[in-house]
């Protein structure tokens, strides 16, 4: 079987389709390996509007070393301009797929590009980067008092990652407020996916409501325990599933999880770079039909948005929050020889309308931006107004039978 899996720091909430292994002996065969998989497999046949056939000999007869094919190999994949598509040395490989596997070391965060700006893409909950404050959407604009301008994502999460109980420090730049560092000792990540508790200590759900906290794909039973909330709370009147901060993981679990709560339709495609389409529709398991809500905010990426658009589209959610992140790419991660690793975007995904949602988002129906007016620490405004909206779509669902 398939697995559709992303990585949990270092990426911007990345879509993996399975594991593909390569074994070269010498650095020019997995330089040639690498070139091979791109000229096959990346998703822009264009290759960035270049002639990819001038980089496969550029460096013959120069590769002696392992470490001249690690920075060959770097610069060629620069030239695709893709965050997303990039070599990984063993320790960075090492080190992802037990990201994968749900152990993270260091601070718990998530980080990407945004307009060639290192970005906070969500903290992962209880981590010590949430407890420290940090948001969606922060800048870091230093690690270690070290400029990120033009620092790749795998540079800048070596950086921040670390032995528990060492410090990184993060100058942040946040909309509205002065540039501000934070000191965070890092710590193991336990990585939790599923809750019934809401994100503010004291926030009251009425008794009638579900409210799912999933703030991450990553666990593999993350499905199943969606599941058993849904079938020991079929007395409740109604569900909010809670995906804001969520930035992916597992995209069988956005799949699974989708065809609970739909009675068929389309859940997601994928384009590749031939333009060939594939649909997964949903397979009639439902498990309720009972009216729902979704959170998501400007952290809700990848797994998220895919579930998040496969509700919305076919008209089975309303979704209430911000515009989600807008990762809209599939890649693929391939284990080269001497344990390194490459991921590459083979693939865009589409929500069932057919919409692309990549550096867009999935646009909520009811719209509740945070701004420095409304944020509250003891007041949760979105799962508020999800709340009301709810109960007002349950009201419609009792007057109809």
Same mark, same amino acid.
């Given at each position: 079987?398939?697995?559709?899996?992303?990585?949990?720091?270092?990426?911007?909430?990345?879509?993996?389709?399975?594991?593909?292994?390569?074994?070269?002996?010498?650095?020019?065969?997995m330089?040639?390996?690498?070139? =091979? $998989?791109?000229?096959?497999?990346?998703?822009? /046949? @264009?290759n960035?509007?270049?002639?990819?056939? =001038?980089?496969?000999?550029?460096?013959e007869?120069?590769?002696?070393?392992?470490?001249?094919?690690?920075v060959?190999?770097?610069?060629?994949?620069?030239?695709?301009?893709?965050?997303?598509?990039r070599?990984?040395?063993?320790?960075?490989?090492?080190?992802?797929?037990?990201?994968? =596997?749900?152990?993270?070391?260091? +601070?718990?965060?998530q980080?990407?590009?945004?307009?060639?700006?290192?970005?906070?893409?969500?903290?992962?909950?209880?981590?010590?980067?949430? =407890?420290?404050?940090?948001?969606? &959407?922060d800048?870091i604009?230093?690690?270690?008092?070290?400029?990120?301008?033009?620092?790749?994502?795998?540079?800048?999460?070596?950086?921040?990652?670390?032995?528990?109980?060492?410090?990184?420090?993060?100058?942040?730049?946040?909309?509205?407020?002065?540039?501000?560092?934070?000191?965070?000792?890092?710590?193991?990540?336990?990585?939790?996916?599923?809750?019934?508790?809401? /994100?503010?200590?004291?926030?009251? +759900?009425?008794?009638?409501i579900?409210?799912?906290? !999933?703030?991450?794909?990553?666990?593999?039973?993350?499905?199943?325990?969606? &599941?058993?909330?849904?079938?020991?709370?079929?007395?409740?009147?109604?569900?909010?599933?809670?995906?804001?901060s969520?930035?992916?993981?597992?995209?069988?679990?956005?799949?699974?999880?989708?065809?609970m709560?739909?009675?068929?339709?389309?859940?997601?495609? #994928?384009?590749?770079?031939?333009?060939?389409?594939?649909?997964?529709?949903?397979?009639?398991?439902?498990?309720?039909?009972?009216?729902?809500v979704?959170?998501?905010?400007?952290?809700?990426? @990848?797994a998220?948005? $895919?579930?998040?658009?496969?509700l919305?589209?076919?008209?089975?959610?309303?979704?209430?929050?911000?515009? @989600?992140?807008?990762?809209? !790419?599939?890649?693929?991660?391939?284990?080269?020889?001497?344990?390194?690793?490459?991921?590459?975007t083979?693939?865009?995904?589409?929500?069932?309308?057919?919409?692309?949602?990549?550096?867009?988002?999935? #646009?909520?129906?009811?719209?509740v931006?945070?701004?420095?007016?409304?944020?509250?620490?003891?007041?949760?405004?979105?799962?508020?107004?999800?709340?009301?909206?709810?109960?007002e779509?349950?009201?419609?669902?009792?007057?109809?039978?």
């Amino acid at each position: 079987m398939k697995r559709y899996i992303e990585t949990g720091l270092a990426v911007i909430a990345a879509v993996y389709l399975g594991f593909s292994t390569v074994q070269a002996s010498t650095p020019a065969e997995m330089y040639d390996d690498v070139w =091979k $998989i791109v000229n096959k497999k990346y998703y822009d /046949p @264009s290759n960035n509007f270049q002639d990819w056939n =001038k980089w496969r000999y550029r460096y013959e007869h120069k590769l002696k070393t392992k470490e001249d094919a690690y920075v060959a190999i770097d610069t060629m994949l620069a030239s695709l301009n893709d965050p997303y598509t990039r070599f990984l040395q063993p320790k960075e490989f090492s080190e992802e797929t037990q990201s994968i =596997k749900g152990s993270l070391k260091g +601070i718990g965060t998530q980080i990407g590009l945004r307009d060639e700006n290192l970005v906070i893409i969500a903290p992962l909950e209880d981590s010590p980067a949430e =407890k420290a404050g940090l948001l969606a &959407e922060d800048q870091i604009l230093e690690i270690n008092g070290e400029t990120t301008k033009g620092m790749n994502i795998d540079v800048a999460a070596d950086k921040i990652r670390g032995e528990k109980g060492t410090t990184v420090t993060l100058l942040i730049k946040r909309s509205g407020v002065p540039n501000k560092y934070y000191s965070i000792v890092r710590d193991e990540i336990e990585v939790k996916s599923v809750s019934c508790k809401p /994100p503010i200590e004291g926030t009251v +759900i009425p008794d009638d409501i579900q409210y799912i906290r !999933l703030s991450s794909f990553i666990s593999k039973n993350a499905a199943t325990e969606i &599941e058993n909330i849904l079938n020991n709370s079929q007395s409740k009147s109604g569900y909010i599933l809670d995906l804001r901060s969520n930035p992916g993981g597992l995209l069988t679990n956005a799949i699974y999880i989708s065809d609970m709560l739909l009675n068929g339709g389309v859940i997601v495609s #994928t384009v590749d770079r031939d333009r060939y389409k594939s649909t997964t529709r949903a397979r009639y398991n439902q498990v309720t039909s009972k009216p729902l809500v979704v959170l998501i905010n400007k952290g809700s990426a @990848s797994a998220s948005e $895919i579930l998040s658009g496969a509700l919305k589209d076919n008209h089975r959610a309303t979704i209430v929050g911000e515009q @989600s992140f807008g990762k809209g !790419l599939v890649q693929e991660i391939n284990k080269l020889s001497d344990e390194a690793g490459m991921n590459i975007t083979i693939q865009r995904y589409l929500t069932p309308s057919g919409t692309d949602i990549h550096k867009k988002g999935i #646009t909520p129906d009811v719209v509740v931006e945070l701004t420095k007016d409304n944020v509250d620490t003891k007041n949760d405004v979105q799962l508020k107004k999800a709340i009301e909206v709810l109960k007002e779509m349950t009201c419609i669902a009792q007057q109809n039978g």
